[in-house]
């Protein structure tokens, strides 16, 4: 690894600290710079969040005095972090998702100082945007061409997701793929605890596990359909972690299905590693992913992992399938086949484990220091 000795600050921006792989993944980056002696604040727009609680002392927090700096009226904060940055002069600034990249450069250009700006995509943009309103959509897509090349660099948490951006903005970026700092000691020592929930009492009836926000993105309503055909061949158990608007409807056609015993919306838990470790498969049934961070968690969890072979992140996980069953998207035939095929034949946890070890958080921060430096070198 280069020197990084030119390194002494990262200030990482984020809106919030609620719940989500990339808010666990900036804790998890800048926690091992700290352990590498570079100091680190994170700016967040607003005090708010599941994950306050779990900032190390040692980490520096600054909260913007920002007018109403919700998801999509971020640009609020844009004039507090200019601020920010013209008083704190930090060497590097890092930010992770769209609405908080555009923030990140517009602040920087408004501050007038030279401090290198490395935003990252955790999302597959064109999938995700398409999804937006269509002013939105353009909004976003034009403010994203005007800025996004003046980054210093960009990080990509996907092959996929690299070759999109640069696709769906139609111009050449300083573009490298780094994969997201998953695992930790910590999340390995946390699995190791009891999960909550009855239905792991009995070890002869096996529960199909998945967690993410309820959304259509996650496209539950596809799960739920394919748990229905397991049902009629397996007495197993469906657990959905997360809390989001589609609750209603996941209940209604839990209820249509009558899987209401053996289906269940426990909401958002706090450790979900323990219900990883301790399930017989995980499921991912995305319609789009970035990169697909839960899917890495639970395979260092021991778990064994069907997933969508969706854009993008799950197929360079799994390997093109080497590490996991990957079926098409949106179909409750194939999942079933897949969920099927890993409850009567698992893989060996020893080898999904080591597959999830490439994606530490020790090897991750080397990569992304790699790149600082020579951003930083060359300018």
Known sequence: M?????????????????IGGVERM????????????????????????????????????KIL????????????????????????????????????NITSLLAQKMSMIDTTVIIGERNHLSKALENEPWRREIAFQNLMKMLYPSADHIIATSVGVAEDIESYLNKPLPVSTVYN???????????????DHEWFDDPDV??????????????????????????DRFDARLLILGEGKERDDLESLIQDLDLESKTDLP??????????ANSSVFVLSSVWEGFGNVLVEAMACGCPIVSTDCPSGPSEILDGG?????????SPELLSDAIEE?????????????????????????EYLNIISSVKNSQ
């Open 267 to 276: 909401g958002v838990v706090e450790n979900p590693f323990p219900y990883m």
């Open 206 to 231: 096996p529960v199909v596990l998945s967690a993410a926000r309820l959304h259509p993105q996650k496209d539950f309503q596809t799960l739920i359909k394919a748990f229905s055909l397991v049902d």
């Open 181 to 195: 700092p998953v695992v930790t000691p910590e999340l390995k020592k946390k699995s190791k605890e009891d999960p």
């Open 26 to 61: 900036t804790l998890n980056l800048a926690e091992e710079f700290l352990n590498r002696g570079i100091d680190v604040t994170i700016v967040l727009a607003r005090d708010a969040g599941e994950l306050m609680n779990e900032v190390p002392e040692s980490i520096s927090l």
């Open 65 to 100: 005095d920002a007018p109403d700096p919700t998801r999509f009226s971020l640009l609020s904060a844009v004039p507090s972090l200019s601020k920010y940055l013209f008083h704190k002069e930090p060497d590097v600034l890092l930010s992770f998702m769209k609405h908080a």
């Open 2 to 18: 280069k020197d990084n000795n030119v390194i002494d600050e990262v200030v990482v921006f984020l809106p919030a600290l609620e």
């Open 342 to 366: 890993s409850l009567s034949n698992p893989i060996d946890e020893t080898k999904i484990r080591a597959r999830a070890d490439n994606f530490s958080v020790d090897s991750i921060a080397d």
């Open 322 to 330: 080497t590490y996991g069953e990957l079926v098409p998207v949106g």
